[in-house]
C-alpha cells in the first residue's frame, strides 16, 4: 500500500498557503486606501497561483487515493479452502456417529454443532 500521507500533506501546506494569501487579501481590501486596493489587486495573481496549486495538489492526492483501493473483485475475493483439517489428538472430532452424539449432554451436543461437528447415521 502507498503512504498517502505526503499527499495529503501537501493538499494541506497548499490550503494553508491560499488561506494567508486571502487574509492578507482581505487585510488589504479593509483598510479602504486607495493603494491597499492596489496593492490587494496585484495580489490576486499570488491567489490565483496558489489556488492553482491547491487545485493540483489535491487532484494528485485523490489519484493517489484511487490507485491505492482495490477496484477489481478479484483483488477482493478470498477463496475458500477445500482441504480436510487434521483432527488434533485429543481435540474435538469433526463428524461423529449419531450414537456417539445421543450420548453427549445437550450443553456437550450444542457446543458439538457450533463448533462446526456435524453428525452420521
Known sequence: ???????????????????RIASELDALFRLETDEARSQAL????ELDEALQKHDEAA???ERMQKVNRP????????PVSTTQVEIIE???PTVIKRQKYNELSLVNRAKFIKSGGTVED
Open 59 to 61: 487532484a494528485t492526492y
Open 90 to 92: 485429543g481435540g474435538q
Open 1 to 19: 500500500m502507498i503512504d498517502l500521507k505526503p499527499y495529503y500533506d501537501a493538499v494541506n501546506a497548499t490550503e494553508a498557503e491560499v488561506q
Open 71 to 78: 477496484n477489481e473483485i478479484a483483488k477482493n475475493f478470498v
Open 42 to 45: 496585484a495580489k490576486q495573481a
